[in-house]
């Protein structure tokens, strides 16, 4: 990659992060991705998204089609950075680096249509919006454009890992996210005559200890699961006992058979604590991501375009976090790794940042990437 590229898309990565747009809102994005598309003569699919972009790189020589995929939406965070290029909208930030995958992946998407007539098949590049609140993946699917994609590719920027450095595991990266809404009833009455009342604080309570044993003595030792109780609602005054309890809060798991076991463990254990007091109990749960599950038939492939390009190659360590690419994966095989930014603090922090050197890495390595897929 020239330094002039560089220097040009460190500058649009620049102007994503001082106008940052919610998921579904990145209007303004869009037109200025399409826009920079369209002055390097790359195709734009005419898909049918209100937000985001799918374009295409045609090789000159017929071949299979893959796919590249970048995140483009932001946070509703207030920006805490001293960045000169710091967000303008009050209350929102690229505090994701979903700046930085667009430019990584229009600069990828630059390279390759230079070397076209070398190419032996189609890359299609999709620009993703929504993807924070879990949606935008799967709006891209309805929409087709999968349709007769072979695999697909995709990264998120790593702040613990350095410029240069690309993250590859096989099997679970980013855990799937699931979550639960459970509503303890009892009967309510005077805090000082409990035996006239059905107690659900004390239901509940039992239940939020009680729900650890699930991970710790129902599922496979070798099982990685956490159940995390983040919200607890019940009763406005000091000596009324409340008529409900509700809890809410959210699973994370990697392998399918232990995301498959834990709703009906946490459902029976939930009832039998509410049937056991008297009470009764309403479960709700909510299957909201599922696993990023990276093919291992295409590790080799994706750790050699990494050594080729002459980045250093390390085995990425899972994050409990999740990510609407794994959507993809259920259709197509994909794999998604880790691309270092040597950042301060982690994602979704007002202080977030990162190297922009990380995006010659991040383009120069999926432009390698998808062309030695294609051959």
Not at 32 to 45: F, G, P, Q, S, V
């Amino acid at each position: 990659m020239s330094q002039e590229l560089l220097s040009d898309l460190i500058e649009k990565r620049r102007y994503l992060h001082e106008n940052p747009e919610l998921a579904f809102e990145e209007f303004n994005t869009t037109e200025h991705i399409k826009t920079w598309l369209r002055e390097h003569d790359i195709a734009i699919l005419p898909i049918h998204l209100e937000t985001g972009v799918v374009a295409e790189v045609r090789g000159a020589f017929d071949g299979p089609t893959i796919a590249i995929r970048s995140d483009i939406d932001a946070l509703p965070i207030k920006e805490e950075t001293s960045v000169p290029f710091k967000s303008k909208i009050e209350g929102k930030m690229h505090a994701c680096g979903h700046d930085f995958h667009a430019v990584s992946i229009l600069g990828a998407a630059i390279l390759l249509n230079k070397q076209k007539e070398t190419l032996h098949g189609t890359v299609r590049f999709i620009f993703q919006a929504a993807e924070e609140v879990a949606q935008g993946a799967k709006k891209v699917v309805q929409a087709g454009v999968l349709e007769g994609v072979s695999s697909i590719f995709g990264m998120h920027n790593k702040p613990d890992l350095p410029v240069g450095t690309i993250g590859v595991k096989a099997g679970g990266l980013m855990a799937s996210v699931d979550k639960f809404k459970i509503k303890f009833q009892g009967v309510g009455g005077h805090a000082g005559i409990p035996h006239h009342a059905i107690d659900p604080i004390v239901i509940a309570s039992q239940y939020v200890t009680s729900v650890q044993s699930v991970v710790s003595r129902r599922l496979n030792l070798f099982d990685n699961a956490v159940i995390s109780i983040t919200s607890i609602h019940g009763g406005n005054t000091w000596n009324v006992i409340p008529d409900e309890v509700t809890l809410e809060g959210t699973v994370r798991t990697f392998q399918p058979q232990a995301r498959e076991a834990i709703p009906g463990l946490m459902k029976n254990l939930a009832e039998s604590i509410a049937t056991g007091n008297g009470g009764s109990v309403e479960f709700v749960w909510d299957d909201y991501l599922p696993v990023v599950n990276n093919d291992a038939q295409l590790e080799e492939v994706v750790r050699a375009a990494a050594m080729e390009s002459g980045y250093q190659v390390v085995d990425a360590v899972p994050s409990a976090g999740g990510e609407d690419f794994a959507f993809y994966q259920t259709y197509i095989p994909g794999f998604f790794v880790w691309v270092g930014v040597d950042g301060p603090k982690e994602w979704h922090h007002p202080q977030f940042d990162l190297k922009e050197d990380a995006i010659k890495v991040a383009a120069e390595y999926f432009a390698h990437l998808a062309a030695k897929v294609l051959k």
